[in-house]
């Protein structure tokens, strides 16, 4: 595997800018999910709540690095008008309630990361969520926006009564020691990032792989590429939600041009792959979807379009 693309990004200015807050919006924003703002919805029997992590602040240029440049610039100024310097996608953690459990899709940065995420505990407590309450946590993968928020100041468990699903192969590749030499040395926090938090909860970790139950009508589907062993969620109800992690990382660049690497998709060809395929199978069968880093709440569905697809909140 490779992070070739990320050494080719501007990865000492994406550093700095995790220290500063930046103004320009990626999309217009609904804010982060407040009290009566919080969405939550049905599928089926199971209940869906969005709740927000907050957001970041990434370089446009980390978007989609391979695509033509022209197409590129032209893209974004059909979206907002100009390229802007930096972006600020959303943070969309499902919590799913089903037959008495308490689910929650990833645990987001917590106060490592960036100075606008790590609003996850916050945005529970005010939507009347104890964190105790949780006892499953799946983790899409390990990157430090979806898993850093794992353990407290104090060294203690953000969530201290869940059980943590993570793909094997996510774990394994996180997990093994020689990880951290491959990354260029400004992505070597998130190695070792990576690795503090899923040792920390080792003990409660459940591996699993494609068409593993989480929960009655939660199961695993394998969606690798944005890092080797990425998985995203299928909900089994109703008209169905594929909860997509990264396999999607924006609701235009990711659904209107899937073939454009995302810079942080760790094996490129593998993540445009698996996009592709999630991608054909909503548009066929006609499941939502729920985007991470889509603006909030991030749900919709997805119809094949003359060039790519189409993303339509719903
Ligand atoms: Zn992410």
Redesign the pocket.
Known sequence: MTYENITHLHRRRFLALSVSAAATPFMPRSGWAFGSETHSTMVGDIELTVISDGH?TIPSAVLAPNAPKEEFEAFMTGLMGSVPETVQ?E?NHALLRVGGETILIDNGSGKKFQPTAGKLLENLSINGIDPASINKVVFT?A?P??VWGTLLEDGSLALPNATYYVGETEFAFWTDPETEGMMPDDFKPFAQGARRDLLAVQDRVQLVKEGDGIAAGVSVLDTPGHTPGHISVLVDGGDGLIIT??AM?SEFLSVQHPDWAFG?DSIPDMAIASRKALLDRVATDGHRVLG??FAYPGIGNIEKASEGYRFTAS
């Open positions: 970041l996608p943070t993968h990157h926006d979806h992690g990264d990382a942080f991470y880093h």
